[in-house]
């Protein structure tokens, strides 16, 4: 395979190019790389940019020096595919250059476009870039470190250039989970020793302690990748032992009620029930709490449960039997907070939810499931009704999650449709990768 680098700085590349694995690449022929400057395009002393039309200060990379760079390089190595680099492009994933490694085989010439200065005239990309790609939310002052990235990256994908190829394949971001801790000498380092187990030879106990410590690290470090991230079923499993236990609390007490939004209590609704509870079996809560200080609304509540727990709806729709069967009937935060620590042997954190911006020192968004997951405590998910929880229920939670809102000024979500997106957000799997992640 031919790589070809259309660049300002090629002097960048050198040392580079001859160091290491990248190096023994193009030794044993399985690339071969080369460089050329864009100032090899323009007449000696000509320029190579020029201002940005419209107001603000910039240059760019003329076109018809990229156009001339394009077409050198492609009269020698043939039709390539072409990779333009810019903070506006597509994600550097392993993924992407999964689906890259694969699109550059047919062509057998890749070419890398790095730019400087304020970047390439956008006519250019449009007409030539079959990939754009960004290193990362950050601008750099140019595209050569991308490209040296998206080289070192390529390259191991590229048969026989790494040495071992299933270390290629088990890498971390090539599967679900990323890769399980590693030791070396000395045994004992820092007061910290290998674990006794690796040193053990039993190569299926190794196995599984690789495999554990790997999904354990995803789940706790790489949610955000996890769940996009297409599982096995066994993946999903095994995942899922190690995401805290997490419970629901609906607040009917200690909650905002009235136009003066004094504290007070609601009543129950069981289309609540249902749903919430529908939603809680989906995204793995253990139980879904209803708390009221209110004794005719337990009995209420009872009443109604031992239906679908015990009565004709339990054999009458099987799926909704083992939503209902998480509810459980409490009669205030302090009972369900008891009951969750007597089954857990850990008092739960509490994370509240709000339609309101929670103060800066407890809040936490959608992608600070680390922040709480490290305690390695359960989690108490408290919702309120009403008009929200009450000062004091509030000032009790850990944490505060943000309000879940769209791109409108409409801020009345239903506790039962916030309930569903926010376990959606918290815990929630969206495949992103598909396929392209099959190996792992
Ligand atoms: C100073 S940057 C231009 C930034 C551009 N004005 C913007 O805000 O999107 C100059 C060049 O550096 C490279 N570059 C900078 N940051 C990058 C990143 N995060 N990923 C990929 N390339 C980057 C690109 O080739 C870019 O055209």
Redesign the pocket.
């Known amino acids: 395979m031919n790589i070809s680098i259309a660049t300002v700085f090629n002097e960048l590349y050198e040392s580079f190019l001859k160091t290491s694995l990248i190096k023994r690449a193009q030794e044993r022929d399985l690339v071969s790389i080369s460089t050329l400057n864009f100032f090899d395009c323009v007449q000696p002393k000509e320029r190579i940019d020029a201002p940005t039309f419209g107001p603000g200060a ?1 240059m760019l990379i003329k076109p018809a020096v990229v156009e001339c760079a394009v077409e050198t390089l492609e009269r020698k190595h043939g039709p390539a595919f072409k990779i ?6 597509k994600k ?1 994933t392993q993924p992407l250059l999964k689906e890259i490694a694969q699109k550059a085989a047919e062509k057998k010439h890749v070419m890398l ?8 005239d956008a006519r250019v990309e449009k007409e030539y870039a079959d990939e754009i ?15 040296m990235m998206f080289l070192e990256g390529f390259l191991r994908l590229i048969p026989g250039v790494v040495g071992k190829e299933e270390s290629v394949l088990e890498d971390s971001f090539s599967g679900a989970f990323v890769d399980y801790p590693e030791f070396t000498e000395p045994l004992t380092w820092h007061d910290m020793t290998v674990p006794e187990i690796i040193r053990s030879g039993n190569h299926k106990a190794i196995d599984e302690w690789r495999y554990n410590e790997a999904a354990k690290k995803t789940v706790i470090q790489h949610f955000d990748w996890l769940k996009s991230s297409d599982m096995t079923s066994e993946q999903k499993e095994k995942a899922a032992q190690f995401i805290p236990s997490h419970y629901v609390v609906l607040m009917h007490g200690d909650v905002l009620v009235g136009p003066d939004k004094r504290v007070g209590t609601t009543s129950l609704m069981s289309i609540d029930m249902h749903d919430i509870a529908r939603s809680s079996c989906t995204y793995g809560v253990k139980n879904f709490f209803i708390a009221t200080p209110l004794k005719d609304q337990q009995a209420v509540a009872r009443h109604f449960l031992s239906f679908w727990q015990k009565g004709a709806g339990a054999e009458y729709n099987k799926k909704r039997h083992d939503a209902i069967n998480l509810v459980h009937i409490a009669s205030s935060l302090d009972e369900v907070i008891a009951e969750i620590e007597k089954k857990e042997g850990e008092r739960p954190v509490l994370l509240a939810t709000s339609a309101r911006q929670a103060d800066e020192k407890k809040a936490i968004t959608y992608y600070d499931q680390e922040k709480v997951w490290e305690h390695q405590k359960p989690v108490l998910i408290v919702l309120g009704t009403g008009s929200g929880l009450a000062p004091e229920a509030f000032n009790r939670c850990d944490y505060v999650l943000g309000p879940i809102h769209g791109f409108t000024d409409f801020n009345h979500l239903s506790v039962r449709s916030a309930t569903a997106a926010i376990l959606d957000r918290w815990l929630g799997i969206n495949e992103r990768y598909g396929k392209k992640l099959s190996a792992g």
């Open positions: 910039g333009f680099f810019s903070p506006q492009g550097l476009l790095p730019a400087r200065y304020e970047g390439m790609i960004s290193v990362g939310d950050f601008v750099l002052m140019g595209g050569d470190i991308p490209a």
